[in-house]
């Protein structure tokens, strides 16, 4: 039997577990999957726990997916990347082995149809998830990234990272207080938690004059999941906008976990569906 987790702190709101339960039941495969709060104070002593109770893998969410770096023995190349990882495989000797799935995720979730080659990108926040979206992006094609963020000082760090490793991209960072004309740009991705269920949920990163502005070929991403409509993907629909929706990519880094964990690939649809009854 497969034991499986996730750990990270508050995890009340996650539905991780109803998602990774419906895969793994569409596999066929005897499996548990358990919620572990694990506050940051007590990771050392959940990463025992979870070396000597027998567990397969885990999933890591916020705020542990750059702590949990420093456990690990192993790391794959969108880790090392990204600087963080959210899915864990215990090895037979009980070493862990690191990925980062949120970047196979946010670009499964941009159709295939959707050339971004040579086009202008922007980022909403500078923290965790923006830098998943900078790998997917730049693995699509894109030529520049515009980052608008709450605190330019605080957004330095992540600046300097992301220049350092994709030194072809022309990376920019401006006040989100004073969002400058986005007509220029292909993509716009929100990765601040606003808009979220219990956080700021009647309330969007953007001003409704900026949707106004946008190219009508824009594609605007938000990867709050919940609610699965966000204020600003509502209002991005009511102007006849693409939009993706965060639900998609966090299906589909799940999927890429369960394959991680026991090389099977589950049904993404049944996946899909247990999250709609859950939100």
Partial sequence: MYKLGIIGYPLGHSISAVIQKAGLESIGLDCSYDVLETPPEDLIARIKYLKTNGYNGFNVTIPLKVPMS????DIDDYANIAGCVNTVKIREDKSFFGYNTDIYGFKKAIPDTVDLKGKNASILGTGGASRAAVV???EKGVSSIDFYSRNIINSQQTLNYVRSKFPEIEFNVYQIQNIRDLSGTSIVVNATPIGMKGYMADQMPLERADLDRLNPNTIVYDIVYNPIRTVLIQE???????TI???DMLIYQAERAIEIWTGKKPDTQAMKLAAYETL
């Fill in 236 to 242: 991005a629909q009511k102007r006849s906008l693409r």
């Fill in 136 to 138: 997917g992006l730049a």
């Fill in 245 to 247: 929706g965060g639900l």
């Fill in 70 to 73: 420093l456990f690990l023995d």
